[in-house]
C-alpha cells in the first residue's frame, strides 16, 4: 500500500495547449475538404471529432458536376471517380411497385453527346461515409493536418482582434487548444452554432420523419436506374445507388408523425413491400437504417467575430434532390479560398469573412431552399398548384427532346466564383509531405 504524506499532493501535469491557425470541428465531407485545401496551401490546420472514427450511417450519396469540378483542384477526382458509380442515365420517375411501378418520365443523361459539357453524366454516386474516408486518406499524407478522435467540443473563448481564440474539449479528461479561426462543420445540431447563440432560423418538416436506409438487393434487374424517384402521397421514396458493384442501394422514405420513434425502423418491412420490385416474398439484406428530422432552416449569420459556419452546421435541407452535401462542399470550397486568401495573399479577414457568410447564405437561401422544398414537394404533394406543376415538369421530359442538355448545361455551369484564388490552382503552391 503506497502512504501519501498529507502536507504534500502529486505532482500535477501541466497541460500542454496545442495551437493550429485553424482548427475545423467535424470530420465529415465538408470539414475534411475543408481542412484539405488549407493543408494543401501549408496552411496549419486541426480537426477535432467527438467519434472514433468516420461515422458509417446511411447519408447524402450524390455528387453533381460542380462539386465534382471543386473536387479536380485538389486532386480528389480519379479516386471518387474510381471508387464511385458514374450516374450516366439521369433520374427517373416512376410510381410505387404496389400501385404498378410505372415510368411517369425520365431525365435521361445517356441522351447528351459526348464533349458537349464538362461531365457527361449526371453525377458520381458514392456513400458519404466513403467521400469522408478518401478525404482523410488525403488528408493524412499533408504535414500541415492534424486530427483528433474522440474530441468533443464544449466551449470556445473569443478575446481581442489580436487574441488567438481558445477551444474547449473534453476527451480522456479536459483539453485546451487555440487558434486563429474555428470553424464549425459539426452538422445541423452544431454546438459551435449553438455556442456562439446562433439562431438557426426556418422550420422542420412536421408531415414525415425520414428514414435513410441501405439495403442490398438488385434493383437493376428490374429496370431501375442508377437514381429513380417514387412518386407517391404516402409511399414515396428515393431508390439510388452508393456505389459500384455490390454497394447498398440507397432506400429512403418518410413515415408519418404519427407513428411512435420506436416503431420507425419497423415500419421497413412493410415499405420494402410497396416498394420494391421482383418477386415475393422479397429477399433483401438490410445493412443499415436511420431515421432523422429534415429541417429547412439556415443560421442567422455564418460568422460571429472569428468562429465559422460552414455545410450543415449553417443550413439544413431535407436530402430529397441531393442539395445539402452540394451546397456545404461548395461552403467550404468558398471559405478555403478565403482563408488562403488571407494567410497566402495578405488580404483582409473582416470584408472577406464578412462576404463568405453573406453570399453562402444567400446560395442556401435564394437555390437549396427553394430547390429542395420543389424536390420534396413534386413526389408526394397532393397540392393542385403542386400536381400542376409535377404534370408539366414531367411532360416537359417526355415532349422536349433538349430537355436534358439544358440539365446537363445548368448542372455543368460552374458560375465565377468571387472567392476564387488567383489562378484558381495548386500548381505554384509547394507540394506537403
Known sequence: MVHLNP?????????????????????????????????????????????????????????????????????????????????????????????????????????????????????????????????????????????????????????????????????????????????????????????????FEGFTWQDFRFVASNVKYPFEEYGFTTANMIVDEEDWAVIARTGPGDAPWRVAFGVRMTVPESEILTQIPEKYERLFPGPRPLKYELVSANPYWAHQRVAATLRVGKVILCGDAGHSNNPIGGLGLTTGLMDAAALGNCLIRIYTHGEEADGLLDRYSRVRRNAWMEFTNPGSIDFKLRIHSTHPEVEASRKEFFDSLNSDPDISMKVATMMNNVVEDEFALPEDSFKDIPATA
Open 7 to 199: 502536507n504534500t499532493t502529486p505532482a500535477a501535469d501541466v497541460p500542454v495547449i496545442e495551437h493550429a491557425k485553424v482548427i475545423i470541428v467535424g470530420a465529415g465531407p465538408v470539414g475534411l475538404f475543408l481542412a484539405l485545401k488549407l493543408a494543401k496551401a501549408s496552411i496549419q490546420v486541426m480537426v477535432l471529432e467527438a467519434e472514433n472514427a468516420v461515422l458509417q450511417s446511411p447519408r447524402a450519396t450524390t455528387y453533381m458536376p460542380i462539386v465534382l469540378n471543386e473536387l479536380e483542384k485538389v486532386g480528389l477526382y480519379e479516386d471518387v471517380e474510381r471508387a464511385g458509380f458514374k450516374n450516366k442515365e439521369g433520374v427517373t420517375y416512376r410510381t410505387s411497385n404496389a400501385k404498378g411501378g410505372n415510368v411517369l418520365a425520365r431525365l435521361e443523361m445517356s441522351q447528351i453527346p459526348k464533349g458537349a459539357v464538362k461531365y457527361d453524366f449526371a453525377g458520381i454516386h458514392l456513400g458519404q461515409h466513403s467521400l469522408a474516408e478518401i478525404l482523410l486518406t488525403h488528408c493524412q499524407r499533408e504535414k500541415n493536418f492534424s486530427i483528433k478522435w474522440g474530441h468533443r467540443f464544449v466551449g470556445v473563448k473569443q478575446g481581442g482582434p489580436q487574441d488567438p481564440v481558445t477551444v474547449n474539449c473534453l476527451a480522456i479528461g479536459e483539453k485546451f487548444f487555440t487558434c486563429d479561426y474555428l470553424v464549425g462543420a459539426d452538422g445541423a445540431g452544431s454546438s459551435v452554432r449553438r455556442s456562439q447563440c446562433i439562431a
